[in-house]
């Protein structure tokens, strides 16, 4: 459980230290990233519960960073959840955008995590 929550920390500072991420069509290549989309993929379909968990924590320090970046006016945009999404609902939703763009698991988890969930909860402002 100790390298999930550091793997969570690392996944928020990583986004928070980018600035505000280009929207690309599916992710956004870049060096030096920790995870991969194909290694945060790996733990999110995982039998084992605790990469499960990895995978969730991953996906919610990602959400954390926007959310902190948009509720403070660091980056233009924000996300728009409903109240009381659960870890399921964004694992549920990073999945199937990862379905469908198979090739940007091989760029940063945080990128293609970020356009995922953009893509379904951004605000409409």
Not at 16 to 21: D, I, N, S
Not at 26 to 31: K, Y
Not at 47 to 62: G, L, N, Q
Not at 91 to 101: D, E, F, I, S
């Given at each position: 459980m100790r390298h999930s929550v550091v793997s969570a920390?690392?996944?928020?500072?990583?986004?928070?230290?980018?600035?505000?991420?280009a929207a690309a069509p599916?992710?956004?290549?870049?060096?030096g990233v920790f995870k991969t989309g194909?290694?945060?993929?790996?733990?999110?379909v995982s039998?084992?519960?605790?990469?499960?968990?990895?995978?969730?924590?991953?996906?919610?320090?990602?959400h954390d960073a926007i959310k902190l970046y948009g509720d403070t006016k660091m980056a233009d945009s924000n996300l728009c959840p409903p109240e009381g999404v659960t870890a399921l609902e964004l694992?549920?939703?990073?999945?199937?955008?990862?379905?469908?763009?198979t090739t940007s698991l091989k760029y940063s988890a945080v990128s293609s995590i970020r356009n995922a969930l953009f893509q379904k909860y951004g605000c409409s402002e």
């Open positions: 920390l690392l996944a928020s500072a990583a986004l928070a230290l980018a600035g505000p991420a599916d992710s956004t290549p870049s060096s194909q290694e945060v993929h790996d733990l999110c039998k084992d519960d605790a990469d499960v968990s990895a995978c969730d924590y991953f996906i919610m320090a990602v694992r549920n939703t990073v999945l199937a955008y990862w379905n469908g763009r």
